[in-house]
């Protein structure tokens, strides 16, 4: 089955630039979609088809997708970004979606 | 402004059933495909079951197929997941979420608060 591999944790200090990988075989071929998800609170969507914004989610929060890694990144991070992102693709031959192992982000 | 409320979940003895409900509001319920996710604790989240606009096209993780059904009723906006045969790794909150598609890629848009389903005995 397909995995998509993140790193468990990345730290960061404000105002700083977080970059988190989601790797996987050919994921440039596929389209990604990000996740931040706060303690407590449902998964929110803060990137979809590799580097589109949807409303509401800060212009800091930009995405890009080629060869064997999908990558999120939050320039200029706060406090607010302290969260677990996932990253998600659509399997077209099984209908199926997988989600990536995770990212812990945490701001020093 | 969507809206999606789950209910339905509790404590559960393992080989029982549970059925989860989710109330949709806000939007054309009806025009989209519903999903849901569960995710166990401190755990990633796991892609659980689709169920098409109109209720056809269903498909489901390999982990629940065969003892999971969705379902939709686009008349009260409710969308179902019947739950059966539990077991401890069932454990979860469970959301539902409203799917967004289009050529060769599909992803959630929104997500309900969720619901907790703990099978114990």
């Known amino acids: 089955s397909y995995v998509l591999t993140q790193s468990p944790s990345v730290s960061v200090a404000p105002g700083k630039t977080a970059m988190i990988t989601c790797g996987a075989y050919?994921?440039?071929?596929?389209?990604v979609h990000w996740y931040q998800q706060k303690p407590g609170q449902a998964p929110v969507l803060v990137m979809y088809y590799n580097s589109d914004r949807p409303l509401g989610i800060p212009e800091r929060f930009s995405g890009s997708n080629s060869g064997n890694t999908a990558t999120l990144t939050i320039s200029r991070v706060e406090a607010g970004d302290e969260a677990d992102y996932y990253c998600l693709v659509w399997d077209s031959t099984s209908h199926h979606y997988i989600f990536g192992t995770g990212t812990k982000v945490t701001v020093l | 402004q969507v809206h999606l409320e789950e209910s339905g979940g509790g404590v559960v003895q393992p080989g029982r059933s549970l059925r989860l409900s989710c109330r949709a509001s806000?939007?054309?319920?009806?025009?989209?495909?519903m999903h849901w996710v569960r995710q166990a604790p401190g755990k990633v989240p796991e892609w659980v079951a689709v169920t098409g606009n109109d209720g056809s096209n269903t498909y489901y993780a390999d982990s629940v197929k065969g003892r999971f059904a969705i379902s939709r009723d686009n008349a009260n906006n409710i969308l179902y997941l019947q739950m059966n045969s539990l077991s401890a790794e069932d454990t979860a909150v469970y959301y539902c979420?409203?799917?967004?598609?289009?050529?060769?890629?599909?992803?959630?848009?929104?997500w309900g608060q969720g619901a907790l389903v703990t099978v114990s005995s």
């Open positions: 806000g939007f054309t319920f009806s025009r989209y495909g």
């Open positions: 979420a409203r799917q967004i598609a289009a050529t060769g890629s599909s992803y959630f848009d929104n």
């Open positions: 050919n994921i440039g071929t596929k389209s």
